[in-house]
């Protein structure tokens, strides 16, 4: 993108004061958000956020110390957007996991000021066979933001098309915490999981807590999840809707180092709770019909 294609950005979608498209160091252009209530910042590659807090909190969203940004490299931290596919691809174990949204360029198409002082902002990605050839079908791919008290995300896929279209898709959320091994992840006890490290199916018992890798597909989970974290004196309600599936994730320290964009000490830091169409959850959009995969993000006191 040219410093002209940057101003006329701008001018097309650009809120004086609020929105700003700018770009950084890496060639990465950013969107900038500050409104009275909150600030966030957003890339286009992948209209991937990769910063949110309520004025006066400290960061919701985890960002790696070591993420890269680099074009089509998928960046450590932040609300990466998995779609079409969520973890590896079912049969093409060459192609990458988690799918190529996330490092597609996607449009900044529409932003607003609400009338509650928040922002709204709404990306977009055409997808095609052409665009993609390993996934056939045509699909608009529709990011919608609002960044206020809470911070709410919706990917809508539309199937304009003849056929119906197969997907899996996450909003992969990095938490920031004070210290993961301190938490608490409610709001999913009972749920039956799905256990990667161990390939087991497992039923959760009281709140998750993290003391080691954890890598789970939570099933048939549709109820708020609390990250209660008593370092920060906060908890994180998640709400959601379109979406029967959660994914607990942290890497702890052998697969953090194997990773080797986490940070010496990242994986303390951050926490995955993913609001997902995955497993037994993947969808079938109709033809000519839409699906929405939701959530929403607030702070609240830990009382
Ligand atoms: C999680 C998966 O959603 O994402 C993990 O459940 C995976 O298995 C993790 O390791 C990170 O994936 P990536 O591709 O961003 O390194």
Redesign the pocket.
Known sequence: MTAHDIAELNQRVGIPGTVTIGRGADEQVWVEVTNRLAEAKIALQGAHLLAWAPHGMAPVIWLSEQAKFAAGK?IRGGV?ICWPWF?PHPTAASLP??GFARTAPWDLHTSASLPNGATYLSFRLMHTAQSHPQWPGVAELELRVIIGQALEMELVTRNPGPQPLVISA?L?TYFAVSDVRRVQLRGLDGCEYLD?VSGEVLQQVGPVTIDGEV?RIYLDSTADCLLDDPGLQRRIRIRKRGSRTT?V?N?WIAKAAK?GDVGPEGYLRML?V?TTNAAHDVVTVAAGSAHHLWASYAVEALN
Do not use: K, S
Request: aromatic fraction near 6%; charged fraction near 15%.
């Open positions: 998928a990466p973890g996991a988690h996450a992969h990667q890598d994914v994730w890497p990773l995955c993913e």
